[in-house]
């Protein structure tokens, strides 16, 4: 059985940082894709950020860029977001996807953990 | 940014049909998928590459596509497909992906 677990969530202060960790059970986490996805309350969801079965390469929402970092760690079937300088609008729940990747068909997010809340606020 | 554009509401009656859309201008070249999120669940994957079915989703999701809008019917809605439907998709670089601002479907 598939599962994702986030864990990190919590509540900081504007200007903060925080790691979420997300631990794969399952599947082959060294050979899948893997993203954060985000849904701020009110809103809808938002693609964070996607990184390489390899670690290879990471690709980031254009306002994230500079201040998130995606990473995992294949031996111990992690995936990291680093979220620095946080701001008020970063308050959402965050969830970690295995991604599917396939040259001719792109990249969907197959499936998704329960998610973990982050709160930023004084 | 590359952005989808959906109507951010959808009522019908039970047993009838939902059309959801999303139009975007990469869409003939990109692929679409769809996901449901149920209030207080995770999303699910409910469509994928425009119009495959996972295992598991009832056949009365199905998905279309036809230029720069894709759409998600669900024939002979029930009760419990009430929530809220978003799609996504990649920009020409195929390595940027967005989603729709979402759908909710109210059963009435």
């Known amino acids: 059985e598939v599962q994702l677990v986030e864990s990190g969530g919590g509540l900081v202060q504007p200007g903060g940082s925080l790691r979420l960790s997300c631990a794969a059970s399952g599947f082959m986490f060294s050979t899948s894709w893997m993203s954060w996805v985000r849904r701020s309350p009110g809103k809808g969801l938002e693609w964070v950020a996607t990184?390489?079965?390899?670690?290879?390469?990471?690709f980031y929402e254009d306002s994230l860029k500079g201040r998130f970092t995606i990473s995992r760690d294949n031996a111990k079937n992690s995936l990291y977001l680093q979220m620095n300088s946080l701001r008020v609008e970063d308050t959402a729940v965050y969830y970690c996807a295995r991604g599917h990747y396939e040259m001719l068909t792109g990249y969907y997010f197959a499936f998704w953990g329960q998610g973990t809340l982050v709160t930023v606020s004084s | 940014s590359y952005e989808l554009t959906q109507p951010p509401s959808v009522s019908v009656s039970p047993g009838q049909t939902a059309r959801i859309t999303c139009s975007g201008h990469a869409l003939p070249k990109q692929y679409a998928h769809w996901y449901q999120q149920k209030s207080g669940q995770a999303p699910v994957v409910v469509i994928y590459t425009d119009s495959e079915r996972p295992s598991g989703i009832p056949e009365r999701f199905s998905g279309s596509s036809s230029g720069t809008t894709v759409t998600l019917t669900i024939s002979g809605v029930q009760a419990e497909d009430e929530a809220d439907y978003y799609c996504?998709?990649?920009?020409?670089?195929?390595?940027?992906?967005?989603f729709g601002g979402g759908t909710k479907l109210t059963v009435l």
């Open positions: 990184i390489k079965e390899d670690g290879s390469a990471q």
């Open positions: 996504q998709s990649a920009d020409s670089s195929g390595t940027y992906w967005v």
